[in-house]
């Protein structure tokens, strides 16, 4: 083993010798995005006082370069959005909030005393709080401080909120001079040798022997390890946990264990603690939160609301691209399957058709149905996965076969609703057992395997399974499996690095009428208008005669309509002229709209009365489908 190390070593001199010198300055970021939450109040102490600890923690690192700070009030925004009731305890509930606010850190903690008390003729305040700052790609803790606060000794007629402002503030101050010296620079994976992975930090960045880490990669957690032995300036670190796999260019970062206070306060201001019950690093306990977690999902009966990918759906009319209306369907990805899962593909599906409409890549937060098919399952792209009602299990499934069914075209001028799934993937060691049993019974649907799946298993184990083989599979455990298997895989995956599922379908919030863009008829493009005239274009109603449509002519002194600089200058709610036929406006006194300009440009807007939020927003901050710009000259005055 010696020569493999020798050789890892040789080649990490080599790479290092030949990077280039800027890299070294992107190794400690700097102005990571973090967020704070409020506290919450132990041993009796009113949670109102969690919400001062966070103001206070907040208004110091708000001063650190370190940090990027994102304000209380957008947390409590995207509390609201994901259905979470502060203060926030549970490590998925911290996690879900940290991807939604795309923070990588979340600073949140205990208070464990805040009073006042008497001090000879006067009065002080004290607090003791415990500061946590948690990774939210992995859920561990990963910096914070056990710390007391105290104010100055006042008069008894100062206000006791007040003094109680000051103690927080000075325990803001010390958890943050903690905090700061216990932030160590993130260490890059130069080689992975077997079972021990090489890091371009060590002693003299902080790394010592037996000291635990989280490896990451982006927002993924990749692995937990342990220092093994270090140098100077490269360490060896040892996997523990192993959830994908690491490679060169991963992350490092040191976990701490942070002790909890307890109310008394010593005389020198500082507070006593007690170790936490683990008696080390935190790893297991998350561990088993995350193992939890996936178990709660995985065991889901059917498409539950607790088992959604996607949050926020909404639908936008708009124009894809020429002669091709759509509709935008957009969505903010669930922070528990960004956080511990890995996106494989999301599938859209419209109301009127029971295979999806759109399959886009699992990194999107968007996909296009339109005429032309842009987001499609095709063969030459990407196809679509599974069939219906996939949701749940335990099994591990290997990767989904891919079919294309064609979907029913989207109808121009018609309403549409839509939802959204996500085929997403578990490391086989985040499920319950050895992650990979066998799939029942029961023949692929949706029309898009073929073959078979027999298997029998005992015990008592609920639900659907995700998977679809192509030909004859057999797998065969111990057991007797209740709940429906489709296309299941049959024993023998546990050593796949994935296994499949499917989340549960999310409804859009409002719907979308894709339109085609008006054909623009009177005045023509360059003409003089000298007194007011009417608009005339073309109805562009579509499908559904009973969809009411509503038209605007907007004017701007700029062809490309800025915002601040556009006007709407007549509207007109159709209920009835039949596509293609001219609609009129009123007369219009162009000489009105930006009187200063020798000439105006103007166009008409379309969208359907009764779309939630409307057609796509443009420029001008207006939801409309806009048809081409005309230019209109003004009459020279002699």
């Keep these: 083993m010696r020569w493999l190390a020798l050789w890892g070593l040789l080649i990490a001199f080599v790479a290092v010798a030949m990077a280039p010198r800027t890299a070294y300055a992107q190794v400690v970021t700097a102005g990571e995005p973090v967020g704070v939450v409020d506290f919450v109040g132990k041993n009796g102490v009113e949670n109102a006082f969690g919400v001062q600890a966070a103001q206070a923690i907040l208004d110091v690192m708000e001063d650190n370069p370190r940090f990027q700070m994102e304000t209380l009030e957008r947390a409590y925004r995207e509390m609201e ?37 008497e001090v000879g003729n006067g009065k002080r305040a004290e607090v003791s709080v415990r500061v946590l700052m948690t990774s939210v790609a992995s859920g561990r803790v990963v910096n914070g401080a056990a710390v007391a606060g105290t104010s100055a000794v006042r008069d008894n007629s100062v206000d006791d ?60 957690l990749v692995a937990d390890a342990t220092v093994s032995s270090t140098d100077a300036d490269s360490a060896y670190v040892r996997v523990t946990r192993s959830y994908v796999g690491v490679r060169p260019g ?37 561990g088993v939160v995350v193992l939890l977690v996936v178990a709660g999902l995985l065991f889901g009966q059917g498409r539950g609301s607790n088992n959604v990918a996607a949050n926020n759906v909404t639908v ?15 969505w903010k990805r669930d922070a528990f399957f960004r956080g511990t899962q890995s996106g494989f593909a999301w599938q859209v599906y419209r109301n009127n058709n029971v295979t999806p409409v759109a399959v886009v890549d699992g990194s999107q937060s968007f996909a296009f149905d339109d005429l032309l098919g842009t987001h499609a399952p095709n063969d030459n792209g990407i196809g679509m996965f599974g069939g219906d009602g ?20 989207i109808a121009v001028g018609e309403r549409f609703t839509y939802f959204v799934e996500s085929i997403y993937r578990v490391s086989p060691n985040d499920l319950p057992g050895d992650g990979g049993g066998g799939g029942g019974g029961g023949a692929t649907g949706g029309g898009l395997t073929t073959g078979s799946t027999t298997g029998s298993t005992t015990g008592s184990t609920t639900g659907s399974t995700t998977g679809t083989t192509t030909g004859s599979t057999t797998g065969n455990t111990t057991g007797n499996t209740t709940g429906n298997t489709t296309g299941g895989t049959g024993g023998g995956t546990s050593g ?96 009105q709209a930006f009187p200063g300009s020798a000439q105006i440009f103007y166009r008409v807007g379309v969208r359907a009365v009764g779309d939630e939020p409307g057609p796509v927003m443009d420029a001008s901050g207006e939801r409309y489908i806009f048809s081409g710009v005309r230019l209109l000259n003004r009459p020279v005055i002699p």
């Design 81 to 117: 959005d994901l259905g979470l009731v502060g203060p926030l305890e549970s490590t998925r509930d911290l996690i879900r909030l940290g991807q939604a606010m795309e923070v990588g850190k979340i600073v949140h903690g205990e208070v464990y005393a805040a009073r006042v008390t």
């Design 161 to 220: 909120g007040e003094l109680l402002e000051d103690a927080f503030a000075a325990m803001a101050f010390d958890a943050m001079s903690q905090i700061s010296s216990r932030t160590l620079p993130t260490a890059a994976v130069l080689n992975v040798l077997g079972g021990e992975v090489l890091l371009n930090r060590g002693e003299t960045s902080g790394l010592k022997q037996g000291m635990a880490l989280i490896i990451t990669r982006g927002d993924q």
């Design 250 to 286: 991963d992350k490092a970062e040191p976990l701490f264990t942070v002790p909890i206070p307890q109310s008394t306060i010593n005389p020198d201001g500082s507070v006593k603690t007690r170790n936490t019950r683990s008696g080390g690093n935190n790893n297991a306990v998350i």
């Design 316 to 330: 936008e009319a708009l124009t894809v691209s020429a002669n091709n209306p759509g509709v935008k369907i957009s």
């Design 390 to 409: 996939l949701s749940g299990g335990i099994n591990c499934n290997d990767v989904p076969s891919v079919g294309v069914v064609a979907p029913t075209p």
């Design 496 to 591: 796949a690095e994935w296994c499949y599922f499917i989340s549960g379908r999310q409804p859009s919030s409002g719907s979308a009428t894709p339109l085609n863009s008006t054909e623009l008829v009177q005045p023509i493009d360059g003409e003089t208008v000298a007194i007011p005239r009417s608009v005339l274009f073309r109805s562009v109603r579509g499908a559904n005669p009973t969809i009411q449509i509503e038209y605007v002519v907007q004017v701007s002194d700029v062809s490309t309509f800025p915002s601040g600089r556009t006007q709407i200058v007549s509207r007109v709610v159709d209920r009835e002229t039949a596509t293609g036929a001219t609609i009129t406006t009123p007369a219009i006194d162009f000489s």
